[in-house]
Nanobody, 124 residues
């Protein structure tokens, strides 16, 4: 089992920055990558970004490329999502996830473990 705990969400104005953290514990050695997803009210969950624990290979959704940066601190078993130039449409609950699969990183079904989510609200 792996446990994930997110933090760092909050209420900010458009153009501001936030850094989300996701602390992993448990059998983290069995996982291959960390992903961030988000879900806005009334919308489906969508992929934001993913990174492999080893090698640091990254993948981003088109709508965040250039504004968000995903990273990890393997010594701390922690992943981060640095979000800059936030827009009101970025408002959502953000979830981190991890798992052992190496395929379909944008598909939430390929992740085994999920955090509880952290709310990000961007006002205009």
């Amino acid at each position: 089992q792996v446990q994930l705990v997110e933090s760092g969400g909050g209420l900010v104005q458009a153009g501001a920055s936030l850094r989300l953290s996701c602390a992993a514990s448990g059998r983290t050695f069995s996982t291959y990558r960390m992903g961030w997803f988000r879900q806005a009210p009334g919308k489906e969950r969508e992929f934001v970004a993913a990174i492999t624990w080893r090698g640091g290979f990254t993948l981003y959704a088109d709508f965040v490329r250039g504004r968000f940066t995903i990273s990890t601190d393997n010594a701390k078993n922690t992943g981060y999502l640095q979000m800059n130039s936030l827009k009101p449409e970025d408002t959502a609950v953000y979830y981190c996830a991890t798992g052992g699969s190496s395929s379909l990183p944008k598909d939430g079904a390929t992740y085994d473990y999920w955090g509880q989510g952290t709310q990000v609200t961007v006002s205009s």
